[in-house]
């Protein structure tokens, strides 16, 4: 059972404009989240986290908010550049090591 | 430079031929682990290693072997493949703490069972 849900499979986006790209979870002992992205032909780098204690956290033009009532977090990437169009992967854990990650989220970032 | 390499990157095997696929950091990591990656099903962890002699089942392990006798080194074994293995694989690596929050990735096996 998927633990980890991401339910757009993709998103297009003008460049300039704000990408938003969600994730629910369903398991309330998730305690740490992470956004990883991914290219073709190259494996899934890190690009934000966030703890379970905080609900925002920035870097640079990439911000993760968590709401944990809801189970949801969301991944702004403001402004958008066409070198952000990746698969997004969204993934959670309560070990500290082992990932549940989403299915993925395909952006395509637009000229 | 630090990485996580994985050998072969590519490989198209037939049904039961026992295959390895090698995974090997240098990032001196305690916590390696192995993905299967298929489409609409996202990552799902196979295996992963605490440390040397110390590894445990993921989500998904059925068909496949993993042994970890030295720290840098987490090779992927394959017995008898068959065609529903067929998918991407990625190795992971990452140090033991508590502020661990992120594992590296290596590039990935493209793995295709005949």
């Known amino acids: 059972d998927q633990q980890v849900k991401q339910n757009s499979p993709s998103l297009s986006v003008q460049e300039g404009r704000i990408s938003i790209l969600n994730c629910d979870y369903t398991?309330?002992?998730?305690?740490?989240f992470l956004w990883y992205k991914k290219y073709p032909a190259e494996g899934p780098t890190f690009l934000i986290s966030i703890s379970s204690i905080k609900d925002k956290n920035e870097d640079g033009r990439f911000t993760v908010f968590l709401n944990k009532s809801a189970k949801h977090l969301s991944l702004h990437i403001v402004p958008s550049q066409p070198g952000d169009s990746a698969v997004y992967f969204c993934?959670?854990?309560?070990?500290?090591?082992?990932?549940?990650f989403g299915k993925g989220t395909s952006l395509l970032v637009t000229p | 430079e630090a990485q996580v390499t994985q050998n072969p990157r590519y490989l198209i095997t037939v049904t039961g031929k026992k295959l390895t696929v090698t995974c090997s950091q240098n990032m001196n990591h305690e916590y390696m682990s192995w993905y299967r990656q298929d489409p609409g099903l996202g990552l799902r962890q196979i295996y992963y290693?605490?440390?040397?002699?110390?590894?445990d089942k993921g989500d998904v392990p059925e068909g496949y072997k993993v042994s970890r006798k030295e720290k840098r080194n987490f090779p992927l074994i394959l017995e008898s493949p068959s065609p529903n293995q067929t998918s991407l694989y990625f190795c992971?690596?990452?140090?033991?703490?508590?502020?661990?929050?992120?594992?590296?990735f290596g590039p990935g096996t493209r793995l295709t069972v005949l």
């Open positions: 290693s605490m440390n040397v002699e110390v590894t």
């Open positions: 992971a690596s990452s140090p033991l703490g508590a502020n661990t929050d992120t594992q590296y």
């Open positions: 993934a959670a854990s309560y070990t500290g090591y082992a990932l549940n």
């Open positions: 398991n309330s002992m998730f305690d740490y």
